[in-house]
């Protein structure tokens, strides 16, 4: 008997519906503003001669940008995914895909990403998958995930506020050290750990650095607030509406979970991303240390019309 995934789908449609809504986003607590780059009235360089050059696991990038992981696994999914990786096919960012969760039980889930990368060859893909999954499921399966998409390495989200909130919720994380020590260890590919909004504290960076992630995507507190969308998805449960309430300011902030990271002069890569609205954001982000910065949010909009929407008025007004 095949698999109900229309519950799947119309959360993952949700998803994208209140991502844009205003209220879901914890702009009030992003910190961006607090931070004052100092201005130089004599810089003794010509514009011209500027470089965003970064590297990436040890390879040269012009472009240190990348989309965010969004969205997969639903029918509006191929045309949000495709206006997003024409756009950074045409622009020389990276991407991350959305969570590939229904491809671990639907073998046709795979086909949503197959003449993506047929098509756009020369893209830097990040698979992904959350934590909650990555503990059940064998290594073995996992690499066949990040071998179809011929991704560049694989993203592992951590959202324990939106599982423990969200009506569907897998709130089921013990284990996640040992999986994570073990999928690194295992991977012929970089492992890169993000959180989904309410970045790291510096205990867990520490953690993260001793069992030896490429990357940590800090995506702290101050964009997209996942606690607050599955608020309102709660309908008539009000004691999970009201723990979106009592959380709805939760996690540690994007500027803040920079320093936490950099601060431990770690082997891995800190990458930005959580409330990053421009490229003023980015500059501060670089300065504090980090070396890719994400954006989700100001593309996503965009990204529901046209791959030149995503250009011109998404990654061209960054």
């Known amino acids: 008997m095949a698999e109900d995934y229309s519950q799947f789908e119309k959360r993952k449609q949700d998803h994208i519906e209140l991502a844009l809504m205003n209220d879901n986003q914890a702009i009030e607590l992003n910190t961006f503003d607090s931070m004052s780059l100092i201005h130089e009235a004599l810089p003794d360089l010509d514009f011209d001669e500027l470089s965003i050059a970064s590297e990436r696991f040890g390879f040269a990038v012009k472009k240190p940008f990348m989309v965010a992981s969004m969205t997969a696994g639903h029918r509006d999914a191929l045309n949000i995914n495709r206006h997003l990786i024409e756009a950074c096919s045409m622009t020389g960012w990276a991407m991350g895909v959305g969570s590939q969760r229904r491809e671990l039980t639907d073998e046709q889930a795979t086909f949503e990403w197959q003449p993506l990368r047929q098509d756009y060859p020369n893209v830097s893909l990040f698979s992904n998958l959350g934590i909650s999954q990555l503990i059940v499921t064998p290594i073995d399966k996992i690499k066949r995930l990040t071998d179809a998409l011929h991704a560049q390495a694989l993203i592992i989200h951590c959202n324990p506020l939106q599982e423990c909130i969200q009506p569907e919720g897998t709130p089921l994380f013990k284990g996640c050290w040992q999986a994570l020590a073990a999928l ?135």
């Open 184 to 318: 690194v260890k295992a991977l012929p590919l970089p492992v890169v750990v993000k959180e989904t909004g309410c970045g790291f504290s510096k205990s867990t960076l520490i953690k993260l650095h001793d069992i030896g992630v490429s990357a940590v995507d800090v995506s702290g507190l101050g964009g997209t607030h996942w606690g607050r969308i599955e608020g309102h998805r709660a309908v008539n449960e009000p004691l999970r509406q009201k723990a979106a309430s009592t959380f709805r300011n939760w996690g540690i902030g994007t500027v803040e979970s920079v320093r936490n990271a950099v601060s431990l002069n770690p082997q891995f890569e800190v990458w930005g991303s959580g409330g990053v609205r421009h490229g003023l954001d980015a500059a501060k982000l670089f300065a504090l240390g980090a070396s890719t910065v994400l954006f989700a949010k100001p593309l996503l909009s965009a990204a529901l019309k046209s791959s030149e929407a995503v250009v011109g008025h998404g990654i061209d007004r960054i």
